[in-house]
């Protein structure tokens, strides 16, 4: 028998008791902050940033994204998390110019989920042209 369950932390999804599969991974509770934290100078642009929660985070692929909206461009970075393992980071820049996906990069640990980011940040920074 198990304990009684407890309110996840993660926006009011149940936590699962020790013999359950864990129902939310902890890449997707910390790519939000991690996201803002890359693309802040987006931020200080005055871009809007907004998140968009997958509701359903038990069945694959389940896709996360923080979207940045500026007045010329909009950014999008998402984490995917697909199936086999094949867990992934990637931004999405649409602009006047038109849509352009930077190379992806495999995610499988929230230690890449950081290092993919920084790095889809700075090739941002580079697309839109920013100091």
Do not use: C
Not at 15 to 32: G, I, M
Not at 46 to 52: A, D, E, M, N
Not at 66 to 84: H, N, Q, Y
């Amino acid at each position: 028998m198990h304990g009684p369950r407890r309110a996840s932390a993660w926006a009011g999804t149940p936590a699962r008791t020790p013999r359950q599969t864990s129902l939310v991974d902890h890449r997707l509770k910390n790519f939000e902050a991690e996201a803002r934290r890359a693309f802040g100078f987006l931020v200080e642009l005055g871009f809007t940033p907004t998140v968009q929660i997958p509701e359903d985070t038990d069945r694959r692929p389940i896709v996360l994204t923080v979207r940045f909206a500026g007045t010329m461009a909009a950014v999008e970075a998402s984490l995917t998390l697909a199936f086999g393992g094949e867990d992934y980071v990637q931004t999405t820049i649409s602009s006047v110019d038109g849509v352009r996906e930077l190379t992806p990069h495999v995610a499988r640990k929230g230690n890449e989920v950081r290092k993919a980011l920084g790095i889809l940040a700075e090739q941002t920074r580079t697309e839109l042209t920013i100091g």
